[in-house]
């Protein structure tokens, strides 16, 4: 009797865990996000406070990439975030090879000038297919960067402008002013001259400034002369303008003041210590005004030249010239196609870099694309005020977002520039034969349309 009561129980008990099993909803698996990411161990250095308050259980203050995700996880629990690290001098053949085979990540980090040729070959995904909302508190400037042939295809996230940074003490040494805001144009030569020293043979064993040292872009220059690379209006390259041939002959003045011979055995050895870290002759006192990037302070100065007393000011331009102007270039994330997990990729993108402060922003190394984080962004950080001030410059100038910026040597607008400098080609002669390469290249891409 109870043997059979106990069958018919446990019997019971089986049928109803099978009904329950049934009727029960079926848990889904987390979506996993791929992302390849330039910046996973970006921290937040010294500032303590920050415009978000964390929750989770890393604790508060910590404030870093990874913090993010952490925290993005914990309020989307059906979504984890894998970060993948990108080899910056692979990225590009790994992501085509990636979308080529199916294989594409969610999202991918990229550098600014690149993203128009990707996108030229469908290997990214425009992102307002899949509702990409409108930031409207971004400069003119940001928002064209993010775009091609009518889409959005990148979010600048850490952007980068620049602007001269000089050494104070040698400033004072030299009985020079150091509180001013803004340079003209006479004082950036007379000063930049007057800086020079030289041993007993006449050798430069130091320089005050030359356009070229130690900056990234070789055409802010341009843009300061009132020059640019590429007509957005009609369409059209005009590297051979009439600005940027004035600008190249700038440049070879500052030889001929000094002596090609002289200026460039200094540039050589400069360009091999650069190649040691904490070598730049900025760091070492050698270079007392550099054209230098918003990166410089944070990735440069703070870890190899500590004890280094600087100060910055914009560009000064030359009559007909840009007033605060210079170069806006940005590290980006962007959607390969065929990315698998689009709309929670968007909500990981909106929640990184729109709804909260990146961190290459809130770590003080780039200041902030949205005009909502300026005003925290100067009082953690008020020495990066001119750079800050340059991102909503109306002097300002992305980098053209044609297909072919990502040539080796910036499009070859080094190559001009050094075939000038080593009195191989007149500035008319480098700039028209640049042009001319430029153009043949793009039509690769655009055939008559230019």
């Known amino acids: ?36 990411s330039i910046a996973p161990d970006t921290t937040c250095y010294d500032f303590e406070e920050y415009p978000v308050e964390w929750t989770d259980e890393l604790g508060e203050g910590l404030n870093d ?37 199916g294989e594409a990540p969610d999202l991918s980090d990229q550098v600014s000038w690149v993203v128009p040729v990707l996108a030229e070959r469908g290997i990214l995904s425009n992102l307002d297919d899949f ?23 990148q979010f600048p996230y ?106 460039l055995k200094f540039w050589n050895a400069a360009i091999q210590s650069m190649q040691v870290a904490g070598g730049s002759p900025l760091y070492t006192g050698d270079l007392a005004i550099s054209h230098s990037g918003s990166y410089y302070p944070r990735h440069m100065l703070d870890k190899w030249a500590p004890d280094l007393n600087w100060k910055t000011v914009p560009f000064p331009y030359p009559p007909g010239g840009r007033a605060w102007s210079g170069s806006l270039v940005a590290a980006t994330v962007t959607m390969p ?48 005020d001119v750079f800050t001030d340059l991102v909503f410059s109306p002097g300002a100038v992305a980098i053209p977002m044609i297909p072919i910026m990502n040539l080796p040597k910036w499009a070859h607008i080094e190559d001009a520039r050094d075939y000038v400098l080593h009195g191989k080609k007149t500035a008319k002669q480098a700039l028209d034969d640049l042009q001319n390469k430029l153009q043949s290249e793009l039509d690769i891409y655009w055939g008559d349309r230019t």
């Open 1 to 36: 009797m109870r043997l059979s009561s106990c069958i018919r129980r446990r019997g019971f008990l089986v049928l109803l865990a099978t009904v329950i099993a049934i009727s029960a909803p079926i848990a889904t698996a987390a979506v996993t996000i791929d992302y390849w």
């Open 65 to 101: 990439f990874k913090h993010m995700v952490a925290d993005f996880e914990r309020l989307n629990p059906g979504i984890k975030v894998q970060l993948t690290p990108v080899d910056l001098a692979k990225r590009l053949e790994k992501l085509v090879s990636a979308v080529v085979a």
């Open 131 to 153: 509702g990409f909302p409108k930031i409207e508190t971004v400069s003119t400037e940001t928002d064209y960067m993010m775009m091609y042939e009518g889409g959005r295809y």
């Open 158 to 263: 850490a952007m980068n402008t620049f602007a001269l940074i000089y050494n104070t003490d040698s400033f004072e040494a030299a009985g020079l002013p150091t509180d001013r805001e803004e340079w003209t144009w006479e004082e950036l030569n007379e000063w930049g001259e007057k800086l020079y020293e030289f041993d007993s043979d006449g050798n430069i064993t130091k320089v005050g400034f030359a356009p070229w040292l130690a900056g990234a872009i070789p055409w802010d220059w341009y843009y300061v002369f009132g020059g640019n690379i590429w007509d957005r209006q009609n369409e059209k390259l005009v590297v051979n303008s009439a600005q940027n041939i004035a600008c190249l002959e700038w440049y070879d003045s500052w030889m001929e003041k000094f002596g090609r011979d002289n200026m």
């Open 337 to 384: 196609a065929g990315a698998e997990h689009p709309e929670e990729a968007l909500k990981l993108l909106e929640y990184l870099y729109i709804d909260n402060i990146p961190s290459y922003t809130s770590s003080g190394i780039d200041p902030p694309i949205d005009k909502r984080w300026v005003d925290w962004y100067k009082a953690h950080s008020p020495r990066m």
